[in-house]
Nanobody, 127 residues
Framework: QVQLVESGVGSVQAGGSLRLACEYSGEIWRNDCMGWFRQVPGKDREGVAVRDSDGTLSYEDSVKDRFSISQDNAKNTLYLQMNNLKPEDTAMYYC?????????????????????WGKGILVTISS
């Protein structure tokens, strides 16, 4: 059974930094698609950063140059380093896994196609 558990400090002032961690367990292969998504009330879940099966990294335009996704295979953990945070980054953040290659959709549509999800962690950025 696949389990994904997000963790991290959930609030910071604008301009600050946070690092989210997603510890994964169960039948997850190292080359499975893994990523971070976020959702605000009234909107669809959107992709923030993903690591595809071949290691290719993709970022949502508004977080490029501010967020960084990485993985520690020895710790079975996926990270999202978030710098220069803005109030509009406030959202529930989710870790997700899809078997093999990432779904052939843009990040804004990928949220409906991932196979496994964590429960999410609320990130609040105050101005």
């Amino acid at each position: 059974q696949v389990q994904l558990v997000e963790s991290g400090v959930g609030s910071v002032q604008a301009g600050g930094s946070l690092r989210l961690a997603c510890e994964y367990s169960g039948e997850i292969w190292r080359n499975d698609c893994m990523g971070w998504f976020r959702q605000v009330p009234g909107k669809d879940r959107e992709g923030v950063a993903v690591r595809d099966s071949d290691g290719t990294l993709s970022y949502e335009d508004s977080v490029k140059d501010r967020f960084s996704i990485s993985q520690d295979n020895a710790k079975n953990t996926l990270y999202l380093q978030m710098n220069n945070l803005k109030p509009e980054d406030t959202a529930m953040y989710y870790c997700a896994v899809d078997r093999g290659w990432c779904p052939a959709y843009g990040l804004d549509q990928m949220g409906g196609e991932m196979d496994y999800w964590g429960k999410g962690i609320l990130v609040t950025i105050s101005s």
